[in-house]
């Protein structure tokens, strides 16, 4: 078989450039395997996008549930505690809940009615981690527990995890959620320190090492979501938006992402229809929290807390194997 991924292109992904090329109903099929070692962006496209109506769900939200859920341990009972906030968030008995992100619920479809050039219009939108190209959530993660992939996939590894929710401070989206009553923290000191392990939409990322499109994108019967090689999406976001004189969204904010949406009408006023709250974020404009953030930044706010979780409990040992596990697996995927 005829195999071109040396030039970062295979036929299908050419196909795929060429099919999106014929108009705005045509589809790009997902793409990961074009590009499965190199970066990749998503594609959302809300002029496809229809919210699958007469479903009991989403059939994307559906098959995330699918296939993340059973990955979150069953908290322990009763949860700790936390000193000095004594919050605790426990979505477990509630994973049925898909009207906004949990950690059981890691894409949307958010919804809003607007009217645009003298047209009632209601639009879906799927809403996820945008996968930012420099993401504070990951850089400033004090456990080092967050990376950013080379594919693009920005990942918490929730067996690092300690659930201090700095992510969800430093993402412009508040897009990861927490569980409490799992993970490390449970074995350093559970009332203390840590609370739980944060969640959030990974990319599929175990998917995209296999050559698989993410879950929600296989899904889609819409073809609403596309992935693949990053220039290629980008161009082929650029072309849609100007076919249907449309708009653009994810290029710029938090200094550029891996997700750009495509929509027929502005997101202003997607950003002023859609429920705002807790677990459903805004599509307004964002700049970058925590600007100019460095590596360098990521060791001085780590160093108190790996140095106290380090002095008070034999989990050191647990997090450096599971770090050295993290970098051999990056160095073999990336
Ligand atoms: S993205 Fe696809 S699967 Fe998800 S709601 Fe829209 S049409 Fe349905
Ligand atoms: S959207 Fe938020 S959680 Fe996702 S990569 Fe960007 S900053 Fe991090
Ligand atoms: S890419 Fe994977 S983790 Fe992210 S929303 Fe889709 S199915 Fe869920």
């Known amino acids: 078989m005829h195999d071109d991924r040396k030039s970062g292109v295979t036929r299908r992904g050419f196909l795929s450039g060429a099919l ?5 109903g045509a589809v790009l099929p997902g793409t990961a395997r074009a590009a499965e070692r190199g970066a990749l962006a998503t594609l959302i496209d809300l002029s496809l996008c229809d919210g699958c109506p007469g479903r009991e769900m989403p059939a ?5 549930k699918a296939w993340h859920n059973h990955t979150i341990p069953r908290p322990v009972d009763p949860i700790p505690v936390p000193f000095p906030r004594a919050v605790i968030e426990d979505w477990s008995k509630k994973q049925d809940v898909s009207d906004r ?8 479809i958010q919804q809003a009615e607007v009217e645009y050039q003298g047209m009632r219009r209601a639009i879906s939108i799927p809403r996820r981690c945008m996968h930012c190209d420099n993401p504070a959530c990951a850089t400033l993660c004090p456990f080092s527990a967050n990376h950013k992939h ?11 995890c300690f659930g201090g929710a700095k992510c969800r401070t430093l993402c412009p989206w508040e897009i990861p959620q927490r569980q409490s009553g799992v993970g490390l923290y449970l074995h350093v000191l559970p009332t203390l320190m840590g609370n739980g392990a944060m969640y959030k939409c990974d990319l599929c990322h175990e998917w995209l090492q296999q050559g698989r499109d993410p879950a929600c994108i296989e899904a889609c019967p819409k073809k609403a979501l596309l992935i693949g090689d990053r220039t290629l999406i980008f161009q082929e976001a650029e072309d849609r938006a100007r ?6 969204y994810g290029k710029e904010e938090n200094g550029g992402t891996s997700t750009l949406y495509v929509s027929p009408v502005p997101f202003e006023l997607l950003d002023q229809a859609v429920e705002k709250g807790k677990g459903r974020p805004g599509l307004g404009p964002v700049k970058r929290r925590m600007d100019r953030t460095d590596p360098l930044g990521a060791v001085v706010l780590a160093a108190p807390a790996v140095g106290l ?9 647990l997090l450096t194997d599971r770090r050295a596990k993290v970098k051999k697996e990056e160095a073999n995927n990336d």
């Open 20 to 24: 999106g090329a014929l108009g705005a």
């Open 60 to 64: 994307c939200v559906a098959a995330c």
């Open 101 to 108: 992100l949990t950690p059981y619920n890691r894409i949307f």
């Open 150 to 160: 080379a594919n693009g996939a920005v990942v918490i590894d929730p067996d690092l």
């Open 243 to 248: 076919r249907m004189q449309g708009f653009l």
């Open 309 to 317: 979780a380090a002095g008070l409990a034999g989990s050191i040992k």
